[in-house]
Nanobody, 122 residues
Framework: VQVVESGGGLVQAGGSLRLSCVASGSIFSANGMGWYRQAPGKERELVAA???????NYADSLKGRFTISRDNAKNTLTLQMNSLKPEDTAMYYC?????????????????WGQGTQVTVSS
C-alpha cells in the first residue's frame, strides 16, 4: 500500500487550503484514514480521521475550521482547511488502515505518506 499526499503550499493567514490523499495498492476499501501534522520541535498530532462507515473525529482545537471527507471506493481522503493561522504551519501526513482497529479507530494506522508541507504566513 502506498499513501501519497498533495495540496500543501504557502498561504496567508485567513486563507484556505485543500489537502488530498490517496491510498493505493489494495483492492479493499481502507477501514480508516486520517490526517496528522507535525510542526518543528513538536510532537505529531492527530488532525482528523474518517472511518469507512462515515464516522469522523477531529482534534478539538480544529473543529469548525477543518473538514475531513473521504471517498471509500477510491480510497481518497481530503482535508479542507479554512481560516488558516500561522500556528497551522506543519508537515501534514496522511495515514490509512486496512483492517479493523483494535482500540481507538481514529488513532490507529499502519500506512503513512511522506507528508505535504503547509506554511501559513502572518
Amino acid at each position: 500500500v502506498q499513501v501519497v499526499e498533495s495540496g500543501g503550499g504557502l498561504v496567508q493567514a485567513g486563507g484556505s487550503l485543500r489537502l488530498s490523499c490517496v491510498a493505493s495498492g489494495s483492492i479493499f476499501s481502507a477501514n480508516g484514514m486520517g490526517w496528522y501534522r507535525q510542526a518543528p520541535g513538536k510532537e505529531r498530532e492527530l488532525v482528523a480521521a474518517a472511518s469507512s462507515d462515515g464516522a469522523t473525529n477531529y482534534a478539538d482545537s480544529l473543529k469548525g475550521r477543518f473538514t475531513i471527507s473521504r471517498d471509500n471506493a477510491k480510497n481518497t481522503l481530503t482535508l479542507q482547511m479554512n481560516s488558516l493561522k500561522p500556528e497551522d504551519t506543519a508537515m501534514y501526513y496522511c495515514a490509512a488502515r486496512f483492517r479493523r482497529a483494535t482500540m481507538r479507530w481514529w488513532d490507529e494506522f499502519d500506512y503513512w505518506g511522506q507528508g505535504t508541507q503547509v506554511t501559513v504566513s502572518s
